[in-house]
């Protein structure tokens, strides 16, 4: 099964090679923050009730097809808000697993599983389980969805 996987990604990394784009549409490595200093430090310490793990299609392919597919968690805060924890390189700075607006995200995406943290869980902690590092191979947005989802 890992063969499987690891030729999955070989083949995507083989025909989107460029073309990856990040939440909204655009281009991976570019640095959009919706918050910074100690509005950012708010929200990690914001406690997550509701997590969704979602896919939507990579690049510009019109469907998702397995691992050939971008991976997030969309959290809901107390307060109704929306995150989007997602994983790419060149998505962050200090970690590539990083905490968008889920305003960001396109219609292409879709939820794929749920769990509910009741408030036992923060945002931080689900950045933090996503890792800091982001390799094609075993620890890309796939791995970073599966181990925040299983917080």
Known sequence: MMFCKVLLCSAALV???GSVESSSGGSAGRHGYDLSGSALTNLYNKRVHLAEAMR???GSLPVTLGVISHCGVRVTL???SRWLIHKGGGYGISSQTVATDARHMSSNWRVIG???FRGTKTVS???GAGGPNYRLFGDNCHDACDNIMNQ
Do not use: E, F, I, Q
Request: aromatic letters at 0%; zero cysteines; hydrophobic letters at 45%.
């Open 114 to 116: 749920s769990k509910n």
């Open 56 to 58: 939507r299609p990579l």
């Open 125 to 127: 902690d689900l950045v």
């Open 78 to 80: 107390a307060d109704g």
């Open 15 to 17: 025909l989107l090679a």
